[in-house]
């Protein structure tokens, strides 16, 4: 299976992204990943293939993941966002044993 992860871009502090991860079939959880320079990729969001989800605490209140298990996508919604969330996000599912990483977008909040 791949992952294509998009939607990242430039914003002001307060300001949403969505982003976007479509996979090449159909996956059961998924979660949300990000990467700030200098810092270990810590998970933001994850969404099990019954639709349970759990957030960073960092997070909570303003991200929202969710899932389109027709297409099937899941998306991140952030809202609210902060100069601290810059970072590139990775989408990542297990699949049959594996762990699958999307390739990342890069999100960058102006203060």
């Known amino acids: 299976v791949q992952l294509q992860a998009s939607g990242g871009g430039l914003v002001q502090a307060g300001g949403s992204l969505r982003l976007s991860c479509v996979a090449s079939?159909?996956?059961?959880?998924m979660g949300w990943y990000r990467q700030a320079p200098g810092k270990q990729r810590e998970v933001v969001a994850q969404?099990?293939?019954?639709?349970?989800?759990t957030y960073a605490d960092s997070v909570k209140g303003r991200f929202t993941i969710s899932r389109d298990n027709a297409k099937p996508t899941v998306y991140l919604q952030m809202n609210s966002l902060k100069a601290e969330d810059t970072a590139v996000y990775y989408c990542?599912?297990?699949?049959?044993?594996?762990?699958?990483w999307g390739k990342g977008t890069q999100v960058t909040v102006s203060s």
């Open positions: 990542r599912a297990p699949y049959y044993g594996m762990v699958v």
């Open positions: 079939r159909s996956i059961s959880s």
């Open positions: 969404i099990t293939s019954a639709g349970t989800t």
